[in-house]
């Protein structure tokens, strides 16, 4: 099968230019023409599917600023139609999408569970190499389209699967199964979802917990009471009265932090009593923390000190080895050791990210009992130490600790920052600081399968979040009406592009 056509691509100082596709799939291999030159060749199963829609989110907009190389079609929260059959297409191209005899360790792994959302030879739509669905037709990996059956299911609530499916993995990954007040800060379109997950949760789960959601405006407010927050708090555009509300300090036993911006983390500290959960991916720093981003696509965790640390969803909490600082205490380093773990001391951030592109260290930590061949903890004393940890160099973007694991801070009583108010205040009220990045379409779909107090499908409430919608080829001007630059019928919550296909010419 070949289909040309014409896309619009984003180009590096966030504008479009159009460019020709010609894309042929045929027996287990995919290449992909771009202005009559061969782009990609792709070997696997492919489908070459017709895109119905593409919502556009804050992702697509941050795009210009992610380290991968532009230009590109953009776009990944796709429906798309296969031989008359709507499907929604899980974002990473991994070892998992083509069942590969020669899966990497994270599509492969059997001790916790397989994370191809971290395979290291994954490319992802619309932001790593594989071009997005913000185009009339879009190469998916056979095995990554998720069938959409229920006709009852609209194609506005279908598209929302993929953000929602992180909401819903954010709530399973967090601390809030066992919270009795949760809240969700800067409830917009990921947060609003996250206020859907969560009353989901309660009700499919029977909890007993109450919702809150930190909104800007009435609008956001009613969306938020409409998807189960029990209460609503609408506060300035800054802020400012969340941290100047004393009775609001400490009152939540989970507090996600949905802003998108690196005050977001500051105020849920201040409002947290246990745990933040990170999901703002603005690649911005943070009091000092260079590569919080870095930290969520990777899913790590920030916590105290606690060798038992185990993901929330997952199965193995052996934790064998830990990376320690050479500021560590050497009390606490012999602390561990008691525990029967390998310690690491002898090793810099440097040595270790060498040792770890020789392939030696990746495979002795596999061979004593890490699930992933990365240390499973690492301890540190300064949020210098966690930012080298997360990026031990600028030539690639692998950490030095596992996926899904975490990093133990310490309070370094001797050290005296500009920010050393922040990590006082996490060692203080021993606050955790856990992340997530992409879920699983399966799970997510299944709940939004599920049927309300009405009898409607609770997918069906997502429908409330779109407010714009443009086609296609209006593509650059809807970008420009999420980013604010033009006003078009008020301030947009969700915008859905049709993606009709675009007339054959340049």
């Given at each position: 099968?070949t289909?040309?056509?014409?896309?619009?691509?984003?180009?590096?100082?966030?504008?479009?230019?159009?460019?020709?596709?010609?894309v042929?799939?045929?027996?287990?291999?995919a290449?992909v023409?771009r202005?009559?030159?061969?782009?990609?060749?792709?070997?696997?199963?492919?489908?070459?599917?017709?895109?119905?829609?593409?919502?556009?989110?804050?992702?697509?907009?941050?795009?210009?600023?992610l380290?991968?190389?532009?230009?590109?079609c953009?776009?990944h929260?796709?429906?798309?139609?296969?031989?008359?059959?709507?499907?929604?297409?899980?974002?990473?191209?991994?070892?998992?999408?083509?069942?590969?005899?020669?899966?990497?360790?994270?599509?492969?792994?059997?001790?916790?569970?397989?994370?191809?959302?971290?395979?290291?030879?994954?490319?992802?739509?619309?932001?790593?190499?594989?071009h997005?669905?913000?185009?009339p037709?879009?190469?998916?990996?056979?095995?990554?389209?998720?069938?959409?059956?229920?006709?009852?299911?609209?194609?506005?609530?279908?598209?929302?699967?993929?953000?929602?499916?992180?909401?819903?993995?954010?709530?399973?990954?967090?601390?809030?199964?066992?919270?009795?007040?949760v809240?969700?800060?800067?409830?917009?379109?990921?947060?609003?979802?996250?206020?859907?997950?969560?009353n989901?949760?309660?009700?499919?789960?029977k909890r007993?917990?109450?919702?809150?959601?930190?909104?800007?405006?009435?609008?956001?407010?009613?969306?938020?009471r409409?998807?189960?927050?029990?209460?609503?708090?609408?506060?300035?555009k800054?802020?400012?009265?969340?941290?100047?509300?004393?009775?609001?300090?400490?009152?939540?036993?989970?507090?996600?932090?949905?802003?998108?911006?690196p005050?977001g983390?500051?105020?849920?500290?201040?409002?947290?009593?246990r745990e933040?959960?990170?999901?703002?991916?603005h690649?911005?720093?943070?009091?000092?923390?260079?590569?919080?981003?870095?930290?969520v696509?990777?899913?790590?965790?920030?916590?105290p000190?606690?060798?038992?640390?185990?993901?929330?969803?997952?199965?193995?909490?052996?934790?064998?080895?830990v990376?320690?600082?050479?500021?560590?205490?050497?009390?606490?380093?012999?602390?561990?050791?008691?525990?029967?773990?390998?310690?690491?001391?002898?090793?810099?951030?440097?040595?270790?990210?060498?040792?770890?592109?020789?392939?030696?260290?990746?495979?002795?930590?596999?061979?004593?009992?890490?699930?992933?061949?990365?240390?499973?903890l690492?301890?540190?004393?300064?949020?210098?130490?966690?930012?080298?940890?997360?990026?031990?160099?600028?030539?690639?973007?692998?950490?030095?600790?596992?996926?899904?694991?975490?990093i133990?801070l310490?309070?370094?009583?001797?050290e005296?920052t500009?920010?050393?108010?922040?990590?006082?205040?996490?060692?203080s009220?021993?606050?955790?600081?856990s992340?997530?990045?992409?879920?699983?379409?399966?799970?997510?779909?299944?709940?939004?399968?599920?049927?309300d107090?009405?009898?409607?499908?609770?997918?069906?409430?997502?429908?409330?979040?779109?407010?714009?919608?443009?086609?296609?080829?209006?593509?650059?001007?809807?970008?420009?009406?999420?980013?604010?630059?033009v006003?078009?019928?008020?301030?947009?919550?969700?915008?859905?592009?049709?993606c009709?296909?675009?007339?054959?010419?340049?």
């Amino acid at each position: 099968m070949t289909e040309t056509f014409i896309a619009h691509e984003l180009q590096a100082d966030g504008t479009f230019q159009t460019a020709e596709f010609r894309v042929s799939v045929s027996d287990n291999q995919a290449v992909v023409e771009r202005n009559g030159v061969e782009q990609q060749r792709l070997s696997g199963s492919y489908k070459l599917c017709r895109v119905l829609q593409c919502g556009l989110c804050c992702t697509d907009l941050a795009r210009p600023f992610l380290p991968y190389a532009l230009p590109q079609c953009v776009g990944h929260e796709a429906l798309v139609e296969c031989e008359g059959t709507r499907f929604c297409v899980e974002i990473n191209d991994s070892c998992e999408s083509h069942d590969s005899p020669n899966r990497c360790v994270f599509c492969l792994n059997t001790a916790d569970s397989p994370l191809p959302t971290q395979c290291p030879h994954r490319i992802t739509m619309g932001i790593n190499t594989w071009h997005g669905a913000m185009a009339p037709w879009l190469l998916c990996p056979t095995r990554n389209l998720v069938r959409v059956i229920d006709a009852n299911l609209s194609n506005d609530a279908a598209t929302m699967l993929e953000p929602f499916a992180a909401a819903l993995h954010g709530v399973d990954c967090s601390g809030s199964a066992n919270a009795e007040k949760v809240a969700v800060l800067g409830a917009g379109r990921l947060g609003l979802m996250t206020v859907l997950a969560l009353n989901a949760r309660r009700t499919i789960n029977k909890r007993v917990q109450i919702i809150s959601a930190i909104v800007r405006d009435d609008r956001h407010a009613q969306i938020a009471r409409d998807f189960g927050a029990d209460n609503v708090i609408i506060v300035a555009k800054d802020n400012t009265a969340l941290l100047e509300d004393a009775s609001l300090n400490s009152k939540f036993d989970v507090v996600f932090d949905t802003t998108g911006t690196p005050d977001g983390l500051r105020h849920a500290l201040t409002l947290a009593k246990r745990e933040i959960h990170l999901k703002s991916t603005h690649g911005q720093p943070v009091f000092g923390l260079r590569h919080l981003t870095e930290m969520v696509v990777a899913e790590l965790a920030l916590v105290p000190l606690d060798f038992e640390f185990s993901w929330t969803t997952g199965k193995n909490k052996n934790n064998k080895n830990v990376f320690c600082s050479s500021t560590v205490p050497v009390s606490v380093t012999r602390a561990v050791e008691a525990t029967g773990r390998f310690v690491h001391t002898q090793l810099s951030v440097h040595a270790a990210d060498a040792a770890f592109q020789t392939g030696a260290l990746e495979q002795k930590l596999l061979a004593t009992g890490s699930p992933f061949p990365r240390f499973d903890l690492a301890i540190v004393t300064s949020l210098s130490e966690i930012d080298a940890l997360i990026q031990p160099s600028p030539k690639h973007d692998r950490s030095l600790i596992r996926p899904r694991g975490a990093i133990l801070l310490l309070q370094n009583e001797t050290e005296s920052t500009s920010h050393d108010t922040h990590s006082r205040l996490l060692v203080s009220k021993k606050i955790k600081i856990s992340t997530s990045r992409c879920g699983d379409f399966h799970n997510a779909l299944e709940v939004m399968m599920q049927k309300d107090s009405e009898g409607k499908l609770l997918g069906t409430r997502l429908e409330k979040l779109v407010t714009h919608r443009y086609l296609l080829k209006d593509l650059p001007h809807a970008f420009d009406v999420a980013k604010g630059t033009v006003n078009e019928r008020g301030r947009p919550v969700k915008i859905i592009i049709d993606c009709h296909e675009m007339p054959l010419n340049k």
